[in-house]
């Protein structure tokens, strides 16, 4: 069964600061693994997705990678701003006849002014 | 539409009712999934449509769970006889078929049971 796990559960880092977000899972052998946003008190929004064929996808300030055979992602935000202030979850889609994502808990992020 | 929409919003019931949740989602999108966000957990998967069938049911927490989906469009959670413990937030999304897309998320519903 698939795990996903995030550390750390929450990060506060001045603005400006570039930063990472872990994720790490437990069975390699996934179809892709996708990173999303959370507001508080609103859906998930989708940031970036990774194929397994790939090793990373960036969108503006917002890079994620893909190692399977660690079983890591990362996020990586650079010159953070306050809006980015949110929690990021990671999912890892495992296929093969799973059809569901699994999730990490998220990290909260707060980037202060 | 231009996204997922799930209605209602918010609901508050007494405990031993039953609630229907409804999602509706992007157009053209022939996969649907059902999520439960219970506070300070992760999200737990429910079930999992792609057109009217449903393949995965595997995260239905019980008996008193159910959902259908029409017209390979709009779906309906069901829970019969609500308990506390159902308290949550339940996120319906869609992608254009399984696995291999993007997953587009709605609001979500907040039940809250008392």
């Known amino acids: 069964k698939q795990e996903v796990t995030q550390i750390p559960a929450a990060l506060s880092v001045p603005e400006g600061e570039n930063l990472v977000l872990n994720c790490s899972f437990t069975d390699s052998a996934i179809y892709n693994l996708q990173w999303f946003r959370q507001d508080p008190g609103k859906g998930l929004t989708s940031l970036l997705l990774i194929q397994s064929s790939q090793r990373e996808q960036t969108s503006g300030r917002l890079n994620a990678s893909l190692d399977k055979s660690s079983g890591r992602s990362t996020l990586y935000i650079a010159a953070s701003q306050p809006g980015d202030s949110a929690t990021y979850l990671c999912a890892a889609y495992s296929g093969a006849g799973s059809y569901q994502l699994t999730f990490g808990k998220g990290t909260k992020l707060s980037v202060i002014p | 539409g231009a996204g997922v929409s799930q209605s209602p919003s918010n609901k508050v019931t007494e405990k031993g009712k039953d609630v229907e949740l409804r999602c509706d989602p992007i157009?053209?999108?022939?996969?649907l999934y059902w999520y439960r966000q219970s506070l300070g957990q992760g999200l737990e998967f429910l079930i999992y449509?792609?057109?009217?069938?449903?393949?995965?049911k595997s995260g239905l927490p019980s008996d008193r769970f159910s959902a259908e989906r029409t017209g390979g469009s709009v779906s309906t959670l069901t829970i019969q006889r609500t308990q506390q413990e159902d308290s949550a937030v339940y996120l319906c999304?869609?992608?254009?078929?399984?696995?291999?897309?993007?997953?587009?998320f709605g609001e979500g519903s907040w039940l809250t049971v008392v």
């Open positions: 157009s053209g999108h022939t996969a």
């Open positions: 449509f792609q057109g009217n069938s449903a393949p995965d």
């Open positions: 999304a869609s992608s254009l078929r399984q696995g291999a897309n993007t997953i587009y």
